[in-house]
C-alpha cells in the first residue's frame, strides 16, 4: 500500500532533527504532496512532524523501487 504525505505547516523555528526528517521524506514547500511505501520506517518518520503534515491512503499496489548499479567505465592503465 502507499500513501501520499502533504507538508500543511512551514517547518522554519523548526529542530534541525524535525528540518531533516522534512527533507528525508522529500518534501520542499507548504502544500508540496511526495508518495512512499508504507513502512515502518516512513510512519516513524511520520511521527516525528505529525502536526506538520497530512497522510492520506493510496489504494493500490505498492512499487518496490530498485537501483541499478553504475555503469563501468574501462580506464586504460598507465603505461610506464
Known sequence: MKIRITLKRSFIGRSEKVRKVVSALGLRKINHSVEHNDT??????????????????????????????PEKVDIPEKQI
Open 40 to 69: 515502518p520506517s516512513v510512519r516513524g518518520m511520520i511521527h516525528k512532524i505529525s502536526t506538520m503534515v497530512k497522510v492520506e491512503e493510496i489504494k493500490g499496489k505498492a512499487v518496490k523501487k530498485t537501483r541499478t548499479a
